[in-house]
């Protein structure tokens, strides 16, 4: 799951950047909020709460992972294409 929380993290940093303006509004939204969400340590259940403070976070991550999944999917098949093809220039 950490991995998918990173990815949300580029896909912010890359559209806020103006590097990819493919998504929609709605899913950078979504992102968004789960961020927020995963940072607040004040949430539904509290994250000081052994466990269970965590669950809530992770319930929100997969609820928007399903929701942005394909946009996602997009998002990190232009970043590897974009990594290829930097690494192409160098040569």
């Known amino acids: 799951m950490i991995s998918d929380i990173m990815l949300m993290v580029a896909l912010i940093i890359d559209y806020w950047w103006g590097r990819y303006v493919r998504t929609p509004w709605w899913t950078i939204s979504a992102i968004l909020v789960a961020l927020l ?48 093809e930097q690494r192409r220039r160098k040569r």
């Open 37 to 84: 969400w995963i940072l607040n340590p004040l949430d539904l259940v509290p994250d000081a709460i052994p466990l269970f403070g965590l669950l809530d976070d992770a319930a929100v991550v997969a609820v928007v992972m399903a929701m942005t999944e394909q946009d996602l999917a997009d998002y990190k098949a232009w970043k590897q294409s974009r990594r290829l």
